[in-house]
């Protein structure tokens, strides 16, 4: 069974940066063609898509974190990460890593594509 745990969130200041994790267990050969990806929410709003990367390491972001987003992936350590710069406010939320078939990657930021989730971690950006 596919295991998804993210660690790296916390509270911080506008401006300031942090690097989630998410680590992958139970994956057998394949978690190096997975479609991995970074989602938030924030209470009562739909989950979105905020980076993706593919198995062949092209990534979608959101209008919204381009040029502040970055994700990245050790296979070896079955690891995805994604380090954030420039937080706003805005960008506050639970944040959750998923994996998914590759045909997630057909449409990236969209949940429904989608099969494991991990069970979020908690970004807070205080201006």
């Known amino acids: 069974q596919v295991q998804l745990v993210e660690s790296g969130g916390g509270s911080v200041q506008s401006g300031g940066s942090l690097r989630l994790a998410c680590v992958a267990s139970?994956?057998?050969?394949?978690?190096?063609?997975?479609?991995m990806g970074w989602f938030r929410q924030e209470p009562g709003k739909e989950r979105e898509g905020v980076v993706t990367i593919g198995r062949d390491g092209n990534t979608r972001h959101a209008d919204s974190v381009k040029g502040r987003f970055t994700i990245s992936r050790d296979v070896a350590k079955k690891t995805s990460y994604l380090q954030m710069s420039s937080l706003k406010p805005e960008d506050s939320g639970l944040y959750y890593c998923?994996?998914?078939?590759?045909?997630?990657?057909?449409?990236?930021?969209?949940?429904?594509?989608?099969?494991?989730w991990g069970q979020g971690t908690q970004v807070t950006v205080s201006s």
């Open positions: 139970g994956y057998t050969l394949n978690y190096a063609y997975a479609c």
């Open positions: 998923t994996t998914g078939p590759g045909s997630a990657c057909v449409q990236p930021l969209r949940a429904a594509g989608y099969m494991t």
